[in-house]
Each structure stands twice: as structure tokens, then as C-alpha cells.
């Protein structure tokens, strides 16, 4: 068995004061054993079935102090035992000393007969172990006879190992009040460093968390408020959050100065397993497609990153709508017509990976679409736009939509049209259609409508 005694630092960092240092630095500790305890104060690690897989007992201590910490240590040492790293922390000397010569008030369970035990003359744990067992029994509990049998390894350290949380939460003390909310992104750096550590150790990604502060309550203001921060996709490290974090933050107005943040992990998701590559040239570069439009998002608004998406119609109006980039993300890395590896900056790799539909050929559609078809004037029977028009292809027949069901703002009414396309004297050229009346031995409507313009 080998144990490691950690003591984190006692006096308040200068940027920030976390509220339960202590747990911070155990769920740090759970990277490399999971049999990490808490000890008045002392952070106790059995590292004995971890030493081998991070390369040996220096390897695993260079891991542990130099590694990025939520706080600083304040002391360290180790031990066979979890009485004598302990003690060893409360009474440093190099080199360490034996068991036998350690002081007794680094005994916990001997401190509340410390005195009685002085006057005896023990003030070592030797002395105290030399002391007949039955007697001391008797005299001081069998609670201080099983500390010693623990202390030299005689019976086993047991104690509640520390577990990781279901859901993360965690607060910070601010060390002075902030009145810019863009200045709270320090010490949500802090919070958020914490939440990697438990992600890391549970294996998920976040795709929601919530960052709340707590206000002056002297202000005639609202005493906290709060923001809630989604990704299309798990994250694991804190960069993209932190960007997010920052564009949110600069459309924020504190009405009072800010006191203390938490944070709050609403929604994680585990994480899957992606097989690394040697080739340089796959190896990921830059946002993924989903980070950028989050990053976009954050900056210009939710509604301001709109991306086209395709529908089932054949009736042009009804082909495509505008929806949020953010949540079309998803379909958009997916989708059959391309491909991209993941991590990719540019889109170069993108190829159709389908066949071209029947008549995909025959079928000529604007580049331009109206939000309304425009109707237009007609003279003698033909279609006037800025001069007369000239047909030059159709009629590509149309005829669908008796199929579609009703909605609030789009009821279900058929087409049945007669599309052409025409140049103005403009030398521009018009997509436009004509209804038909009913079937098509029918006759078509005179009436003539503007639907697109080709670039």
C-alpha cells in the first residue's frame, strides 16, 4: 500500500475563493486513483494500483504536481499508511521519519488523551505502542488500540471514498464585486475547469449548463439572474464554452454588482469513442461546422443564423424554409450529398454521394425565388414585366399539393401550373406560370404570374 497526503492551501487564492476547496481538489484527485478520502481537512490518496499505468511511482508523483490544480497545495507526503502520510503532512521533516519516532499529537485518535498521555510520558508513537494493549484499552477506549494496529498497517484503512456527483454544481466567491458582466468570465474559467475534471471522470460531453450569479441584495434590483448556454453537440474541453460564454456575457447589463457565480450542469450526454489517426492531415483543425454556427449564433442572435432547409414539395413557395442554423447543424454534417471529415476547418472534402433524381435535367429552376409570386399585366395576351415578354422554354407542367394537410398558416390548396421561361428587354431572364383551370384538357387562365429570376 502507498498513500499521498494532500493539504490544499489555506489562505484565499487573490482572484477568487472557491466554496468547498477541499471537493474541488478530491474530484482533481479521482484522475489518478479512485480511492480518494477526506481527513480533517487532508486529502488522502491510495495510489498503490495506479502506479503502474502512469509509468511508475515518479512518473505518478511529476503527474500529480505539475498538473493543473484547482487550487494550490500547500503541503504534501506520503506513507505506507493513511495515519502516516497523514502524520507526516502535520509534522514535515526530511527525510521522513519511521513510524516509531512520529510526534503523538499527529495521532487523531490520540489527541483528546494528549495531555494524560504527556504526563505519562508518551510523546512518540512508540512510546505509545510500548504501553501494555489491555491496559491502554481499559484506560483510554479500544478506539486509540485499533488507530495504532491502522497506523502500522495491522488492520485496513477503511474509509467513504469520495464519489462523483450526478449533476455538477459548484460556486465561486468573487473576492471584490464585479459590475461588467464581461468580466465574470474569469472567474467562470474557474467553474468551468472544475466541471471538465467531472466530465472527464464520467465520460460525457455537456450540452446544457447554466451559469448563475448572485447580486448586491443593498440594490433595489433583482438579486440574481442567470443564463443557460446549449451546444448541438457534447463538449468535453472548456474553449468553445468559454467563447460562448464570452459573446453571451458582452449582451449582458448587470443592474447590480455581482457577488459570487455558480455553476450547473443541466443536460451531459456520454461520450463515444473516436479512433485517433497518425496522418497529420486528419487530425482536427480549427471549430467543426456546429461550433461555428454556435459561435454566430451567440454573437448576432438565435433568429440571425438561418440555414435552408429542403422540403418534400414540388410547388416552389413550398420547397425550402429558413430555420436556425443551430438546430439544422446536425442534418447539415450528416447529410447524404456530403461528406466531411469531423475537426475539418475548410469544407473542401464535401462530394455527392447520391444519384441524380429522373429529369433532374429537364427541370431549370431560378436562383431567385419571390416571398409571393407577382402577377403580372397582360396585353393582347401576353405577359408584361418593364416591356413584353418572350417565351423561350416551357411549359414544364406542375401539379401537386392535393395531398398536403392543412396547417395554421399555410392551408392545403392544390397547384396546377403551367411554368415558362421568358426574357424581358432587359436581356433578364423570368421564371414564369400560368394556373390551369382543372384538368388539363381544360383550357389555362389568362392571368400570368412572376415566380423567380435566374442570375
Not at 477568487?16 to 487532508?42: C, I, N, R, S
Not at 475547469?193 to 466530465?199: E, I, Y
Amino acid at each position: 500500500m502507498h498513500w499521498i497526503a494532500l493539504q490544499p492551501q489555506r489562505e484565499a487564492p487573490p482572484t477568487a475563493t472557491l466554496t468547498d476547496p477541499l471537493t474541488a481538489l478530491g474530484w482533481w484527485a479521482l484522475q489518478f486513483t479512485p480511492k480518494v478520502a477526506l481527513l480533517q481537512g487532508v486529502l488522502l490518496l491510495e495510489v498503490s494500483a495506479s502506479t503502474r499505468l502512469w509509468g511508475g511511482h515518479a512518473a505518478l508523483m511529476r503527474h500529480i504536481y505539475t498538473s493543473n490544480k484547482p487550487l494550490a497545495l500547500m503541503g504534501y507526503a506520503q506513507g505506507a499508511t493513511s495515519l502516516v502520510a497523514y502524520a507526516r503532512l502535520l509534522a514535515p521533516c526530511k527525510p521522513p521519519v519511521v513510524p516509531d519516532d512520529l510526534p503523538l499529537n499527529t495521532l487523531l485518535a490520540a489527541q483528546a488523551h494528549l495531555p494524560t498521555l504527556v504526563r505519562l510520558g508518551c510523546t512518540r508513537w512508540g512510546d505509545l505502542r510500548a504501553l501494555p494493549r489491555d491496559g491502554l484499552a481499559r484506560r483510554f477506549g479500544a478506539s486509540l488500540v485499533d488507530a495504532l494496529d491502522q497506523a502500522y498497517g495491522q488492520r485496513p484503512d477503511i474509509y467513504p471514498w469520495l464519489t462523483l456527483p450526478e449533476v455538477f454544481e459548484a460556486a465561486l466567491e468573487l473576492p471584490s464585486q464585479v459590475e461588467n458582466a464581461s468580466a465574470l468570465l474569469f472567474g467562470a474559467r474557474r467553474l468551468l475547469g472544475q466541471m471538465q475534471v467531472w466530465l472527464q471522470l464520467r465520460q460525457r460531453g455537456v450540452l446544457a449548463l447554466e451559469l448563475s450569479w448572485q447580486m448586491d441584495a443593498r440594490r433595489n434590483t433583482a438579486k440574481e439572474g442567470a443564463l443557460v448556454l446549449r451546444t448541438a453537440e457534447p463538449a468535453l474541453g472548456t474553449e468553445h464554452l468559454q467563447r460562448l460564454l464570452a459573446e453571451r456575457l458582452n449582451q449582458i447589463t448587470l443592474p447590480a454588482p455581482v457577488l459570487g457565480l455558480r455553476l450547473r450542469s443541466l443536460e451531459t450526454q456520454p461520450l463515444k469513442g473516436v479512433s485517433a489517426s497518425l496522418l497529420l492531415e486528419d487530425a482536427p483543425q480549427g471549430d467543426t461546422l456546429a461550433q461555428l454556427l454556435e459561435r454566430l449564433g451567440a454573437r448576432l442572435g438565435a433568429g440571425k443564423v438561418l440555414q435552408l432547409q429542403a422540403h418534400a414539395d414540388h410547388r416552389p413557395e413550398h420547397m425550402q424554409a429558413w430555420v436556425q442554423a443551430e438546430t439544422a447543424a446536425n442534418s447539415i454534417a450528416v447529410s447524404p450529398y456530403c461528406k466531411r471529415a469531423r475537426g475539418q476547418k475548410d469544407l473542401k472534402k464535401f462530394k455527392y454521394s447520391g444519384s441524380a433524381p429522373d429529369g433532374w435535367a429537364s427541370a431549370l429552376y431560378p436562383t431567385w425565388l419571390l416571398a409571393q409570386p407577382l402577377k403580372l399585366s397582360v396585353r393582347q395576351g401576353c405577359p408584361y414585366y418593364q416591356g413584353p415578354l418572350t417565351l423561350l422554354a416551357g411549359p414544364q407542367r406542375l401539379e401537386s399539393g392535393w395531398w398536403a394537410l392543412p396547417s395554421d398558416d399555410q392551408p392545403a390548396m392544390p397547384a396546377l401550373r403551367d411554368y415558362f421561361v421568358a426574357a424581358s428587354s432587359s436581356a433578364v431572364l423570368l421564371w414564369i406560370y400560368r394556373e390551369r383551370l382543372g384538368s388539363a384538357a381544360q383550357a389555362p387562365s389568362e392571368d400570368w404570374y412572376l415566380q423567380g429570376v435566374f442570375a
